[in-house]
T-cell receptor, first 113, second 112 residues
Framework: NAGVTQTPKFQVLKTGQSMTLQCAQD?????MSWYRQDPGMGLRLIHY???????DQGEVPNGYNVSRSTTEDFPLRLLSAAPSQTSVYFC????????????FGQGTRLTVV | GENVEQHPSTLSVQEGDSAVIKCTYS??????FPWYKQELGKRPQLIID?????GEKKDQRIAVTLNKTAKHFSLHITETQPEDSAVYFC???????????FGTGTSLTVIP
């Protein structure tokens, strides 16, 4: 099992550009989520999905879109990048929607200039 | 939503000493409390978790205690080693269990 795979590992964007962060898991997990990690602020939930075709907003959803067309994939789209979106992004997945261990991807370090 | 507070933000201990990190939460319906360890440049990984029907759980040098009445839980690391140096995060779910709220992290440094 590869676990949770994120691409790319590093990315530099110009303000206003769009891009998609990819996330895939091979553990047949129903629940997937995206977090951003900023210094001193821990991990903050952006969007999550409890199964294919179902997505919902987390704590900080503005400026991001997601979709879940398959169980395996959960891409995160930045529509028009802003410097405030400079952060480290983590995708995570877990077996169920309640009270189970989250498995994280290796992270994407995004810089918006 | 859930509000999770974590203290201290930084902690330095001598090798062999104990380290304690504390978290409080606001949603009394929360019933699962994991702790994650993140080494520099790596992904967070679960090190221990506790469910609300248990007051304490141990795994070798690591233990977690939970006080549901006071709505706080703590991570205890005994006989610390340099490889314990990392950032530790607590987390708690909001009432549907669909969203986890993380603490702001504790950077632990174990001095050899």
């Amino acid at each position: 099992n590869a676990g949770v795979t994120q691409t790319p590992k590093f990315q530099v964007l110009k303000t206003g550009q769009s891009m998609t962060l990819q996330c895939a898991q091979d553990m047949n997990h129903e629940y997937m989520s995206w977090y951003r990690q900023d210094p001193g602020m821990g991990l903050r939930l952006i969007h999550y999905s409890v199964g294919a075709g179902i997505t919902d907003q987390g704590e900080v959803p503005n400026g991001y879109n997601v979709s879940r067309s398959t169980t395996e994939d959960f891409p995160l789209r930045l529509l028009s990048a802003a410097p405030s979106q400079t952060s480290v992004y983590f995708c995570a997945s877990s077996y169920g929607t309640e009270n189970t261990e989250a498995f994280f991807g290796q992270g994407t370090r995004l810089t918006v200039v | 939503g859930e509000n999770v507070e974590q203290h201290p933000s930084t902690l330095s201990v001598q090798e062999g000493d104990s380290a304690v990190i504390k978290c409080t939460y606001s949603d009394s319906a929360s019933n699962y409390f994991p702790w994650y360890k993140q080494e520099l440049g790596k992904r967070p990984q679960l090190i221990i978790d506790i469910r609300s029907n248990v007051g304490e759980k141990k795994d070798q040098r690591i233990a977690v205690t939970l006080n549901k009445t006071a709505k706080h839980f703590s991570l205890h690391i005994t006989e610390t080693q340099p490889e314990d140096s990392a950032v530790y995060f607590c987390a708690a779910p909001e009432n549907t269990g669909n969203q986890f709220y993380f603490g702001t992290g504790t950077s632990l440094t174990v001095i050899p």
